[in-house]
């Protein structure tokens, strides 16, 4: 009897197949904004900026400029959910970075495909004004949100307009961001990074909470700019980034403070529209490209 030495039972003398080459992936589950300065326009730019691919699932389309908002269109909740599902099931998702979430409905509709999905690394947004002052959001919408989605999420990011609308009362200084933080983390989040930013002052402070107590504070000196348009989205897509990048959240959030702060300077004095002009997204000390007239 001899051995069989069929292709099918002989070891294989061919070399293992190579890694396959891919990009850190980012969803973004925003509302669109015709500025270009805030939402995904914004979200794509800063992914890009730090080497991810960024993927969109559009919520709404706003009629928008640096003026403000003068109207808002939702996207049909089976076309969002349809978005996110032909991206994930083919490409898939590293990290996620939520924004404008205008009705209770859609809210349900991503809560359920991050269910569905097991999506990761979700930075929550709560995008509810605008830096004009407009509102973005149902009222009824706030306590959905909290309620299905600060379990989900990695980490929520609201600004202090926005975490007063969501807690129902103000926030008075820089000492009261720890207790504001607490009750973030109260209403079901496991991190919450309270943005100091809208306080007056010489500092912006921003604070890191989990719910095991542990905070990290951040702050820096202000940047003169009458360019603030798009820093949350920023922030927050810059967070979701590093942590498609393999970063633990400290550090994503540090390095997304870092790039944004580069990016508020970039283009501190750069004229876009006249209003609330946008960041410079792309900024970059040897390839920075500024048009005068």
Same mark, same amino acid.
């Given at each position: ?42 979200? @794509? ?5 730090? /080497?991810?691919? /960024? ?109 007063? @609308? ?18 973030? $983390? ?12 809208? $306080? ?15 905070? $990290? ?29 393999? $970063? ?26 006249? /209003? ?18």
């Amino acid at each position: 009897m001899t051995a069989d030495h069929s292709p099918s039972t002989a070891a294989s003398t061919e070399p293992a197949p190579a890694a396959r080459k891919r990009y850190a992936r980012v969803l973004i589950i925003a509302g669109s904004d015709s500025g270009g300065g805030a939402g995904i326009q914004a979200d @794509l730019k800063t992914c890009s900026a730090l /080497g991810c691919y /960024g993927m969109t699932a559009i919520t709404a389309i706003t009629v928008q400029n640096t003026l403000g908002v003068s109207g808002i269109h939702g996207i049909p909740v089976d076309i969002l959910r349809g978005q996110i599902d032909a991206v994930v099931e083919d490409i898939g998702a590293d990290a996620v970075k939520i924004g404008m979430l205008a009705t209770p409905e859609v809210v349900q509709v991503v809560a359920d495909a991050i269910r569905r999905h097991q999506l990761r690394n979700v930075v929550l947004d709560p995008v509810m004004v605008a830096t004009s002052g407009d509102r973005l959001i149902a009222p009824e919408t706030a306590s959905v949100l909290v309620r299905e989605l600060f379990p989900l999420a990695t980490v929520v990011t609201p600004n202090l307009d926005e975490a007063a @609308l969501l807690l129902g009362h103000s926030i008075d200084g820089i000492d009261a961001l720890d207790g504001a933080v607490q009750e973030l $983390l109260a209403l079901g989040a496991p991190a919450a990074l309270l943005k100091g930013g809208h $306080l007056s002052g010489d500092l912006v402070v921003d604070l890191l909470g989990h719910g095991n107590g542990q905070r $990290l504070r951040l702050q820096s000196q202000r940047i003169a700019t009458h360019n603030g348009h798009g820093t949350g989205c920023t922030l927050s897509s810059a967070i979701a980034s590093h942590l498609a990048l393999g $970063l633990p959240l400290e550090a994503a959030v540090a390095q997304a403070r870092e790039y944004i702060l580069g990016a508020i300077a970039a283009g501190a004095d750069v004229f876009t529209g006249a /209003g609330h002009g946008p960041l410079n997204h792309g900024y970059a000390p040897r390839t920075q490209v500024v048009v005068n007239g």
